[in-house]
C-alpha cells in the first residue's frame, strides 16, 4: 500500500503541512493560511458540536487541512497524520476531500509524532493470535452492550479468544492473560475518563478499580493492537513541546503496536456495530487502518432497516435497540409502543423504567406531531459523531 506522511506544524501565523509519500525524495511543503488562534477556535467548536451530538458547523477553513492532500494521495492510498498542537484533538476522517470525507477516500492513522512510528512498527508481529476481551466491569453503571461487543468479537476469533466479563474483568486477570505470550488484540469495552488537570490519572474501569495510564507506564502490555471502546479514551493532554501525556501514550510505551481509541463518549449501539464490522475486516485478513476504513463507511452508509435487521439476527436481546431505531427512523408510533412495552416489562423503582417512560412520553409526543411516513431506508449513522471519533494512533498493517 502507498503511504503518504502528512505532518502538521501550527504557528501564531500560519500552519505548515508537510507531505511525504514513498516516491519522494524530499518533503513537499505546503503553506495553509490559518493561525494557531483561527485553528483552536475551528477546531474547539466542532469538537463542542460532536461531543453534544448538535447541529455540525460546515468544514469551512478546516478543510483547507486536508484539501493539499487531492495532490499527493490517490484513493486507496494510507494517509498518516501526524498532527501538531490542537490539531491533535480533530477528528480528520471527518474532513473533506475532494467534496467526501477523508475516511470515505483514504484508510488513516495517525502518530504523536513521526518518530514513534519506528517505535510501533518494531513491535507489529503479524504471528500473534490470542484475542483478550474485558467489558461491562462496573457494577453500579452497567454497559450491556459493551458486554455483547466483547462476546461478539470473542464469537469472531473463536478458540484464539479470551473473554472476561463483569467481577472477572480485573487487572490481575489481565496480567495473568497477557503472561504466556504478546497478544493479537486487547480489547476494552469499560467506561473511561479523561482528567485534563492529571492526565497520567486518566484510565479505563476494570472490576478492580482504575487502569490509570500512570498504572500502564510501569506494566508490559505487549499486543499488536490494544482498542479503547470507552469514552474519551483518546483524549491527551499536550505538554511542552507537543508533548502528548495520556493513556494512548502509555499503551505504546507499554507495548502497544497500536492502539485504536475515540475522541468523544460514542453511542453505544453505533459504537457495537463499526467495531464488530472492523473485527471481522481484521479477522479476513484486513490491516487495522483499512478494517477501520471499511467499517467506518458500512456505518455511514447503513440504513435504519439495516440496523434492526442485524439487531434481530444478533444473540441476545435488543428490543430497546430497535425502539430507539424506529424512532431515528421517524417510526414514532412503533417506537412508543415498544417502549410502553419495556416499560410494563421494566422494574418500576429502577433506571431502566425512568429511561422507558422518559423515551414513551417523547415517542408519543413526536407521534402526535409527525407531519411526514416513517423512513427506514436513512442513513441514520451519517453523522460523524458516530463514526469520526474512532482514530488509529500506531502501527496500520
Not at 492473560?177 to 479523561?194: K, M, Q, S, W, Y
Not at 492526565?199 to 499488536?224: H, Q, V
Amino acid at each position: 500500500m502507498r503511504t503518504v506522511l502528512a505532518e502538521y506544524f501550527v504557528t501564531e501565523r500560519e500552519t505548515f503541512l508537510f507531505l511525504l509519500d514513498d516516491d519522494a525524495d524530499a518533503p513537499r511543503t505546503e503553506r495553509i493560511p490559518l493561525t494557531r488562534d483561527t485553528l483552536r477556535a475551528h477546531t474547539t467548536e466542532l469538537v463542542s458540536a460532536l461531543h453534544a451530538h448538535g447541529t455540525l458547523p460546515a468544514d469551512g477553513p478546516l478543510s483547507a487541512l486536508t484539501a493539499p492532500l487531492a495532490q499527493v494521495s490517490a484513493p486507496g492510498d494510507l494517509v498518516w497524520i501526524v498532527p501538531h498542537d490542537t490539531l491533535h484533538y480533530l477528528p480528520f476522517s471527518m474532513l473533506h476531500v475532494d467534496g467526501a470525507p477523508l475516511a470515505a477516500r483514504n484508510p488513516l492513522c495517525t502518530t504523536p509524532s513521526a518518530t514513534v512510528m519506528r517505535y510501533c512498527q518494531a513491535k507489529h508481529d503479524s504471528s500473534r493470535r490470542r484475542v483478550l476481551a474485558y467489558a461491562d466491569t462496573a457494577h453500579d453503571r452497567p454497559l450491556p452492550r459493551a458486554r455483547r461487543q466483547a462476546e461478539e468479537l470473542a464469537r469472531i476469533f473463536g478458540d484464539d479468544a479470551v473473554l472476561r466479563l463483569g467481577p472477572h474483568a480485573t487487572s490481575t486477570a489481565l496480567d495473568t492473560d497477557l503472561g504466556p505470550e504478546p497478544a493479537r488484540i486487547v480489547h476494552f469495552g469499560c467506561h473511561g475518563t479523561f482528567v485534563p488537570e492529571s492526565p497520567l490519572r486518566s484510565g479505563i474501569t476494570l472490576a478492580d478499580g482504575d487502569l490509570t495510564a500512570e498504572r500502564i507506564l510501569n506494566r508490559s502490555l505487549r499486543a499488536d493492537l490494544v482498542t479503547l471502546s470507552a469514552c474519551e479514551s483518546g483524549v491527551n493532554a499536550r505538554r511542552p513541546g507537543d508533548e502528548l501525556v495520556g493513556l494512548t501514550r502509555s499503551l505504546i510505551y507499554a507495548g502497544a503496536a497500536s492502539v485504536l481509541v475515540t475522541l468523544w463518549a460514542v453511542d453505544e449501539l453505533s459504537a457495537s456495530l463499526l467495531m464488530a464490522d472492523f473485527y471481522r475486516e481484521l479477522a479476513a485478513g484486513a490491516g487495522k487502518a483499512v478494517a477501520l476504513q471499511r467499517a467506518q463507511n458500512t456505518l455511514r452508509s447503513i440504513t435504519g432497516d439495516e440496523v434492526i435487521r442485524r439487531c434481530e439476527q444478533a444473540p441476545g436481546s435488543y428490543a430497546e435497540d430497535i425502539a430507539d431505531v424506529r424512532f431515528r427512523c421517524g417510526d414514532f408510533t412503533a417506537a412508543r409502543d415498544a417502549y410502553s412495552r419495556l416499560l410494563d416489562a421494566a422494574d418500576p423503582d429502577g433506571d431502566r423504567a425512568a429511561r422507558f417512560l422518559a423515551a414513551e412520553t417523547r415517542s408519543r409526543w413526536a407521534a402526535s406531531a409527525a407531519d411526514r411516513s416513517p423512513d427506514y431506508k436513512r442513513r441514520i449513522y451519517s453523522n460523524p459523531y458516530h463514526w469520526a471519533a474512532f482514530v488509529l494512533v500506531g502501527d496500520w498493517r
